[in-house]
C-alpha cells in the first residue's frame, strides 16, 4: 500500500538556517503530494502541495518539488523564522476511494524548533 | 474562508463511556473524514463519508462508529471508549476532486480514564 517516510525529529535549528525535511513516498500511479503543518495547540493546515511530476509547491518561503524518479518531496526554506516552529507532515492522495473521496496517507510528522 | 468546527477542543471521559465527538463544516464538501492524531504515527484514517449516509471504513475503524445525518455534519462514536483511545481526533472536509485540499478542524483532545 501507500506510504510516506519522513525524517524524524526534533529538528532544532537557528533563526536564519536553512531548512530541509527530507520526504520519501511509495504509491501506486501518481499521486498528489502535500505538506501540511501543525502550529501548536492548532490542527493541521495546508502549506503546499504538487499534483504532477516536477511541480514546485511554493508558500511563505517554503518550496517542495515533486521529484518522480526519485519518489521524494523534500520541504526545504532559506531561511526560517523563530515563527516557523511548528509540525511538518508530509502526506500523499492516494487515486480515490468510493465516490471520489481521496484519502491522505500521512508520514509521521516532524517537530522543528526554531531558536534565536 | 472554509471553516470546519470540532464540537470540544478538550475532553475528559471514563472508560465504557458512550462519547461522540462532531464535526461541522460551512463549505459544502462532499467528503469528510476522522483522522486520528498519536506521536509517533502521524494521522490515521478512522473513517470518511463521501455523501450524506454514505461512509467507508479507513484503516483503523475498530471500536468506532460514525454517523452523517445531514451533509454538513459527521459525528465519531465511541460506542464504550477504552483507554488506548485517548488521542488527539481530528475531522476534515473536501471536495470530490482528486487534488484538491482536505481542510482540517482544530482537533479534540480526548482523554479517556
Known amino acids: 500500500g501507500d506510504s510516506v517516510t519522513q525524517m524524524e525529529g526534533p529538528v532544532t535549528l537557528s533563526e536564519e538556517a536553512f531548512l530541509t525535511i527530507n520526504c520519501t513516498y511509495t504509491?501506486?500511479?501518481?499521486?498528489?503530494l502535500f505538506w501540511y503543518v501543525q502550529y501548536p495547540g492548532e490542527g493541521l493546515q495546508l502549506l503546499l502541495k504538487?499534483?504532477?511530476?516536477?511541480d514546485k509547491g511554493s508558500n511563505k518561503g517554503f518550496e517542495a518539488t515533486y521529484r518522480k524518479e526519485t519518489t521524494s518531496f523534500h520541504l526545504e526554506k532559506g531561511s526560517v523564522q523563530v515563527s516557523d516552529s511548528a509540525v511538518y507532515f508530509c502526506a500523499l492522495s492516494d487515486r480515490g476511494l468510493t465516490g471520489g473521496g481521496n484519502k491522505l496517507t500521512f508520514g509521521t510528522g516532524t517537530q522543528l524548533k526554531v531558536e534565536l | 474562508d472554509v471553516k470546519v468546527t470540532q464540537s470540544s477542543r478538550y475532553l475528559v471521559k471514563r472508560t465504557g463511556e458512550k462519547v461522540f465527538l462532531e464535526c461541522v463544516q460551512d463549505?459544502?464538501?462532499?467528503?469528510m473524514f476522522w483522522y486520528r492524531q498519536d506521536p509517533g504515527l502521524g494521522l490515521r484514517l478512522i473513517y470518511f463519508s463521501y455523501d450524506v449516509k454514505m461512509k467507508e471504513k479507513g484503516d483503523i475503524p475498530e471500536g468506532y462508529s460514525v454517523s452523517r445525518e445531514k451533509k454538513e455534519r459527521f459525528s465519531l462514536i465511541l460506542e464504550s471508549a477504552s483507554t488506548n483511545q485517548t488521542s488527539m481526533y481530528l475531522c476534515a472536509t473536501k471536495r470530490p476532486e482528486r487534488t484538491d485540499t482536505q481542510y482540517f478542524g482544530p482537533g479534540t483532545r480526548l482523554t479517556v480514564l
Open positions: 504509491a501506486t500511479g501518481y499521486p498528489s
Open positions: 463549505m459544502d464538501h462532499e467528503n
Open positions: 504538487a499534483t504532477k511530476a516536477d
